[in-house]
């Protein structure tokens, strides 16, 4: 799952109004951060296979330490100590929503990824396979992402004209993000594909930002 992730972020809102939005754009894909640095610099890898799946080339053969079901919860638990201890306000609860926006990218993952998600580091792979039918998945991923920005937009209100915009223009550009990445060119190299990653999803972390500025909670 790519932009579906991004479904619980925009809902967390809903939970904890003072945890910023670019917090939990963060939070949803930290362990694929994670992944897009080890994966880049040869602690997990992945092969570019063409046609690996309807949704994407990635053999993801080996990621025990970001995507297995351990590794994730270990990852939930240390963002949600690390906001709880840095945040100003609402901290036990701003900690335990940024601990379930990291864990609920597993669960996502668990429905569209073939099985490749270990129950532990060297133990069997999970994973209900829904890349295997593309529009299927895509049709999944936008109703998780309409349905967090409907609850994002109920718990908030524009402080201008460009926080009744930006959602929608976030939207678009979100849904282009997924039409990118289906559509364009596989990465070259390993290497590639865990650098593109990061630099993706920090980006987006980034355009969240734009919310925090332009909206506040009602």
Known sequence: MFVGHYGPALAGKA???????????FAVQLVDV????????????VRIVPGFTEANPLDLYDMPLTHSLPGALVWSV????????????QKRLGGVVIAAAVFSHWLLDLIVHVPDLPLWPGGPEVGLGLWNNYPLAL????????????????VTEAKNATGRIW????????VLAEYANH?????????????????????????????DLTRRAR
């Open 15 to 25: 939970v904890a109004k003072s945890v910023p939005l670019w917090t939990l754009f």
């Open 34 to 45: 994670a992944w897009g640095i080890f994966v880049a610099n040869g602690i997990e890898h």
């Open 78 to 89: 240390g963002a949600g100590l690390v906001y709880a201890i840095w945040a100003r306000s």
């Open 139 to 154: 049709t999944a991923e936008m109703a998780v992402l309409v349905a967090g920005l409907f609850l994002y937009l109920r």
């Open 167 to 174: 959602p929608w223009a976030f939207l678009a550009l979100l």
């Open 183 to 211: 559509t364009l060119p596989p990465p070259e190299s390993a290497a590639a594909a865990g650098y593109m990653a990061t630099a993706t999803f920090i980006v987006l972390t980034g355009l969240a930002a734009i919310c």
